[in-house]
T-cell receptor, first 110, second 116 residues
Framework: RKEVEQDPGPFNVPEGATVAFNCTYS??????FFWYRQDCRKEPKLLMS???SGNEDGRFTAQLNRASQYISLLIRDSKLSDSATYLC???????????FGGGTRLMVKP | DTGVSQNPRHKITKRGQNVTFRCDPI?????LYWYRQTLGQGPEFLTY????????KSRLLSDRFSAERPKGSFSTLEIQRTEQGDSAMYLC??????????????FGAGTRLSVL
């Protein structure tokens, strides 16, 4: 079993739709949580950190449930430019090495 | 450009050859990480440095792989006797680790290796 599991998708949604991605992690000692975005053949870029209280950045909302070891990302009012792979990432050690999920691919259609 | 820089961007080599990649981190960052990503997968950790010290290596880093960061600035990743299974994108990331720092990792554009 992978340490960080994501549904690979693809999620095909129309512009303006709301879409949610989920991620589960197996290491209960995980300390920090992030969503990264990766465009095709490009490097991952930090989208947002995820906090226990939940946090929002514009159209994006991230939630963390430590008891269930579950992280979510909600995208409202999807844009064509949101089409990308979304990577769930956890850190569970002092070296801060990132452990990535396999990514969820989103395709927003006109 | 003050981001993480990686060279070369692409490398095609024949099986059995040695290759070396370079990463120049963001200048004030004291940590430097190497990851490998294959098609359809998320990046996987290989190794990391704090300043010039290599502090951890993944079991993925076989004895054919070696990484250095001699002066605590740029880093090199060398693969000896390349195999077709080494074909992947090699990503470098850097961060600043210190009191109060968020230690966010910023990635370079990667070096895509193809072993024929």
């Amino acid at each position: 079993r992978k340490e960080v599991e994501q549904d690979p998708g693809p999620f095909n949604v129309p512009e303006g739709a709301t879409v949610a991605f989920n991620c589960t992690y197996s290491n209960s000692a995980s300390q920090s949580f992030f969503w990264y975005r990766q465009d095709c053949r490009k490097e991952p870029k930090l989208l947002m950190s995820v906090y226990s209280s939940g946090n929002e950045d514009g159209r994006f909302t991230a939630q963390l449930n430590r008891a269930s070891q579950y992280i979510s990302l909600l995208i409202r009012d999807s844009k064509l430019s949101d089409s990308a792979t979304y990577l769930c990432v956890v850190i569970h050690n002092a070296g801060n090495m990132l452990t990535f999920g396999g990514g969820t691919r989103l395709m927003v259609k006109p | 450009d003050t981001g993480v820089s990686q060279n070369p961007r692409h490398k095609i080599t024949k099986r059995g050859q040695n290759v070396t990649f370079r990463c120049d981190p963001i200048s004030e960052h004291n940590r430097l990480y190497w990851y490998r990503q294959t098609l359809g997968q998320g990046p996987e950790f290989l190794t990391y440095f704090q300043n010039e010290a290599q502090l951890e290596k993944s079991r993925l880093l076989s004895d054919r792989f070696s990484a250095e960061r001699p002066k605590g600035s740029f880093s090199t990743l060398e693969i000896q006797r390349t195999e077709q299974g080494d074909s992947a994108m090699y990503l470098c990331a850097s961060s600043f680790a210190g009191s109060g720092a968020k230690n966010i990792q910023y990635f370079g554009a990667g070096t895509r290796l193809s072993v024929l």
